[in-house]
């Protein structure tokens, strides 16, 4: 057994002397750089692009999983050192909590997001007005499932999304009772099954994300949100109530770092700060791998060659 | 009153009358307090909220003196860092700093031929080589070596540790008394619910993620080492004795090597669960397939999830037949072969080997890293499939689900959250009492008196719920099967075959196609549940019944009964007892469900585990793991005790 240890191990250093890596620039520390990556399309292909980017100028870089929320505390450690996309929709109460603790925020990116009730095209064959809150609520009818009926069935996010649908619902009187899913998959499992068949469906969902590469839709209207509606009952269409308005229809999509960064690679921090995306560049990189069914790194690397000028812009 | 007239007392009166009385007392107390119903907040005892403030003082400021505990975890996190490190340069990474590349695949395939082919022969050598091709071919190398980094590490640690602490149990009557209880609990608990502390305590990413799988994993070896010493025969250790070991000789040199095989079936068992930890374990930060395969299912690519799936299944397959065939290795006697190249023939071929395919690698790229062109899949073919089969089939399934939905679970649920918890702490211990006497009845009861007033009773009631659904729904499933395979060798080995698959794929996968026909609702947690939790039901049934004597068959067959007779009058009663083991095995994998199914959306028990993961509530996570394990130790207890008392009755007792 021993000897075959020693074997391995010379054929190992043997490796060495046949294979000539690449030089590497001169960068800051040895130490690789960790990039979150979550479990979605559009940010596993950017931090993919981050990567490759910090890799041509001479860094090691490592990928980390991570959940949506925990991602903060670990970045707020050091265990884990930038991310790409943090929403305001679903991270902002986590992300800004993780910045009073010293993360640091790189920037928001050109990009806006947007969280809201979203409907496929064809339920406007059936429900023309569907496109609007009050007109979908006419409609709630068409919706309905064995449980939720005479109500029409909301798929909405998961618990801790922080939405409250169920009090939204009730603020604005609407005939819908909204059903909670555990996980994103089961929103495009519901969707993917429903559309197949053309059978109604309203559900949670958000841009830019994969899925308006592969469905089409729109999302459904509700009273653009202010400061006002969440304090004065008599804001808005229901004169009683607090909360009877929409998410923002324009939301930032922001970048976070571990206040570390700066200190030990000074020039990637620099990168990391320069990256900026716009809605149309996500989307086309969601697309390569959604609906052109390429890894996720393979993606990264045609993305990049497709921008070359973009991306020399952020390195220099 | 004392507890034996009380015992005596439910034993005289008939059954029906116990039901009406508690049925009574159930109605009075339904309308005269709430707090019966739920138990109001002011009396929940807030340990959620000590627990997680607790695991938030240890994960931050708990120090001793200037030396925080945080510093301690986080270094006993680097160094077990190291080994996983070097597993990781050796596999898929390359030693950067000297420009060092991984080991090329040809080289790692054809080390594990060659390695095959010597502890067994060239069977399991073509088998080995064949599943790791797979990888290869189907591109799936690079994550499949990440996951094999964290096993080849994790399994020592476990193994080590396993060993440890079995061998303390056998020595040390105390260590026996606290360690055993704690293993029992540990397995009833969901992988999930490890997951949170070990995050508070160690962070994110490979390592937290194999120290969890070390937890989850270790238990079986313990287990296994017990078992293991305290069943070699007393001659062999007298004998021992007699030769004059001392205590540490006796337990190296002859208690452990004569108890190899239960050993070895104890490290067998840490493979598999190391590997059925891959998925969960990515939610704390583990790369490789487990993680791949959560994206893959993320983005409904149904059909790439599979095959990382099969690919983890042949990982654990593949170590498996080795570990095996390396326990069964029959040590051979005969004289060493003279000539130095045939004795050792597997070195020399080992060495050449390493040579020819660095050579290679060194000249084709190919050979080093296989290039993405030259990999395929069938992915696109099989989301294709399952979404054909959920358009259509849809038409037939809704009109089942929804009468399912709204006349039998519905009502079922809503029957449940309506019984007051004092009946169940009442019905559990008159049944506790009845079956296994005064310590399990209190056990029992005290179990579920810890789930009402920890404030977990509606998510455990609406939990007892879809696993009493479940494991009606299994049994009906799964015992005919298990009949029928009894009844054809056949049969047997195909069933038997299809259930090792299902258990040991990650159960994941099963998520997405019921939720395409069945929608968010009970009815998919249900059937999402069947799909793992129906194999003990047929494997136990079929080995009860393969059990009962011969002899037995024999006299009914004599006495003239007909083969339905026979089955219904003699085998299935006296098969019984094991069937019953059977169901309780279901009931702890619907438990141990539950916590996946919360993926499709729930209120029960897994939901709060898997909840209290993103948002770091220690305390909401471990508890309700601890409920979880609650009920599932009190449907154990019962049980237990059932079968007990009917194979006394039927002289069959072992």
């Known amino acids: 057994m021993k000897t075959k240890y020693i074997l391995t191990a010379a054929a190992f250093a043997l490796s060495s002397v046949c294979f000539t890596g690449v030089a590497f620039a001169e960068a800051e520390s040895d130490e690789p750089i960790i990039i979150v990556q979550n479990n979605w399309t559009s940010q596993l292909v950017l931090s993919n692009v981050v990567g490759q980017l910090l890799e041509s100028q001479g860094y090691t870089v490592e990928y980390v999983p991570s959940d949506s929320q925990l991602q903060f505390s670990a ?16 991270m902002k109460t986590a992300f800004e909590n993780a910045v009073e603790d010293g993360m640091i925020d790189a920037g928001t990116h050109e990009a806006v997001t947007r969280e809201e009730w979203w409907i496929p095209n064809y339920v406007l064959d059936v429900c023309p007005e569907a496109g609007n809150w009050e007109g979908l609520n006419a409609c709630a009818d068409i919706f309905k499932t064995a449980e939720t009926a005479p109500m029409g069935r909301f798929v909405g996010p998961p618990a801790d999304w922080g939405k409250n649908y169920a009090g939204r619902i009730e603020a604005l009187q609407m005939d819908f009772i909204a059903i909670n899913v555990g996980q994103a998959a089961t929103l495009w499992a519901e969707l993917q099954s429903a559309y197949d068949r053309e059978e109604p469906i309203v559900l949670f969902n958000w841009t830019p994300n994969f899925i308006e590469s592969k469905f089409e839709g729109i999302f459904v209207d509700f009273p653009e949100p202010e400061a006002a509606c969440f304090e004065d009952p008599s804001w808005g269409p229901n004169p009683d109530a607090v909360d009877d308005c929409g998410a923002p229809s324009s939301a930032w999509l922001k970048k976070a770092m571990w206040s570390g960064v700066a200190e030990e690679w000074p020039g990637a921090a620099q990168i990391m700060t320069n990256i900026d995306f716009n809605n149309a560049q996500i989307a086309r990189a969601a697309l390569l791998v959604d609906v052109d069914g390429m890894e996720p790194e393979d993606a990264a690397a045609l993305w990049i060659e497709e921008n070359q000028e973009l991306v020399t812009a952020w390195l220099n | 009153m004392g507890k034996s007239t009380l015992k005596d007392l439910l034993e005289r009166t008939p059954l029906w009358q116990q039901f009406v009385a508690i049925a009574l007392v159930g109605i009075a107390m339904f309308f005269s307090w709430d707090g019966f119903l739920r138990l109001p ?10 627990i997680t403030q607790f695991f938030n003082w240890l994960g931050n400021d708990a120090a001793i003196g200037e030396y925080k505990f945080k510093q301690f975890t986080r270094s006993f996190a680097l160094v077990l860092k190291q080994p996983l490190l070097w597993a990781e340069y050796f596999l898929y990474r390359g030693y950067r700093p000297l420009d060092l590349p991984p080991v090329p695949w040809i080289t790692l395939i054809l080390a594990g031929g060659i390695f095959g082919h010597w502890i067994s022969g060239w069977r399991l050598a073509l088998f080995t080589m064949g599943c790791m091709l797979y990888l290869a071919v189907f591109g799936l190398w690079r994550d499949s070596m990440r996951t094999l980094s964290i096993v080849v590490i994790s399994v020592p640690f476990a193994v080590l540790i396993g060993l440890w602490l079995g061998i303390w149990v056998t020595r040390s009557k105390r260590a026996a008394s606290i360690i055993t209880p704690m293993f029992d609990l540990m397995q009833a608990t969901p992988h999930m619910a490890y997951l949170v502390p070990v995050v508070i305590l160690f962070g994110f990413g490979q390592v937290p993620a194999m120290i969890a799988t070390v937890i989850f994993a270790m238990p079986p070896m313990a287990r296994c080492t017990i078992l293991g010493i305290q069943t070699v025969p007393p001659e062999i250790i007298e004998s021992g004795q007699m030769s004059g070991c001392t205590p540490r000789q006796l337990l190296w040199k002859v208690q452990i090597p004569a108890g190899k095989r239960i050993l070895m079936l104890g490290v067998n068992q840490v493979v598999m669960q190391t590997l059925a930890m891959a998925v969960i374990a990515s939610l704390v930060g583990a790369t490789g397939l487990g ?35 390396y326990a069964n290795r029959t040590n051979n006697y005969s004289p060493p072969e003279p ?5 050792h023939k597997h070195l020399v071929a080992f060495g050449a080997m390493i040579v020819v395919t660095f050579i290679l690698a060194w000249m084709f790229e190919e050979a080093s890293v296989l290039p993405r062109s030259m990999t395929f899949t069938f992915g696109t073919q099989l989301d294709t499939a399952v979404r054909w089969f959920s358009a259509n089939a849809y038409a037939y399934i809704q009109p089942v689900r929804d009468f399912l939905t709204l006349y039998v679970l519905l009502p079922v649920r809503n029957f449940f959250l309506i019984v007051p918890w004092p009946v ?39 939990t007892v719920y879809l696993v009493f ?25 195909v069933v038997l075959g299809i259930c090792d698959t299902l258990q040991t794929f990650p159960s994941f996968i099963y998520l997405i196609p ?30 009860g019944l393969k059990g009962v004597p011969t002899v037995t068959v024999e006299a009914a067959i004599a006495n003239g009964c007909t083969p339905r007779q026979r089955l219904l009058k ?84 072992s």
Not at chain 2, 312 to 323: C, F, N, S
Request: aromatic residues 4%; glycine residues 8%; contains cysteine.
């Open chain 2, 570 to 653: 003699v085998e299935l009663p006296l098969a019984l007892p094991e069937i019953m083991l059977g169901i309780n095995q279901t009931i702890m994998m619907a438990l141990a469900m539950v916590a996946i199914t919360a993926l499709i959306g729930s209120r029960d028990l897994g939901q709060e585990i898997y909840r209290a993961l993103p948002t770091a509530d220690t305390g909401r996570g471990v508890l309700a793991g601890l409920a979880i394990a609650a009920i599932g130790i009190i449907a154990d207890r019962l049980i237990q005790a059932w079968a007990a008392q009917r194979k006394k009755l039927l002289g069959v007792a």
């Open chain 2, 514 to 543: 019921v939720i395409m026909l069945l929608k968010v609702g009970d009815l998919s947690n249900i059937v999402a549940i069947l799909a793992y939790a129906t194999v003990p039901a047929i494997r136990y049934t079929y080995l």
């Open chain 2, 41 to 50: 907040s002011d009396l929940i005892i807030p340990m959620k909220q000590w």
């Open chain 2, 469 to 493: 659904s479940a494991v009606i729904i299994c049994i009906m499933i799964g015992v005919p099967i298990g009949i029928w395979a009894s009844r054809s060798d056949r049969v047997a080995t």
């Open chain 1, 75 to 90: 970045i707020t450690n050091g265990d884990m050192h930038f991310q790409i996309e943090v929403w305001e929709g679903s």
């Open chain 2, 291 to 325: 993680q791949k395969l959560l994206n893959s299912l993320q983005q409904l690519k149904l059909g790439a999830a599979v095959e990382q799936g099969l690919a983890i299944v042949l990982i654990a397959v593949v170590l498996d037949r080795l570990t095996q065939a």
């Open chain 2, 424 to 462: 169940v702490v009442l019905m559990v211990g008159a049944a506790g009492l009845r079956l296994g006497g005064k310590s399990v009845a209190i056990q029992c009861m005290s179990l579920v008196m810890m789930i009402v007033l920890f404030g977990f009773w509606v998510p455990a009631v609406l």
């Open chain 2, 339 to 343: 000539n130095l190249m045939k004795r």
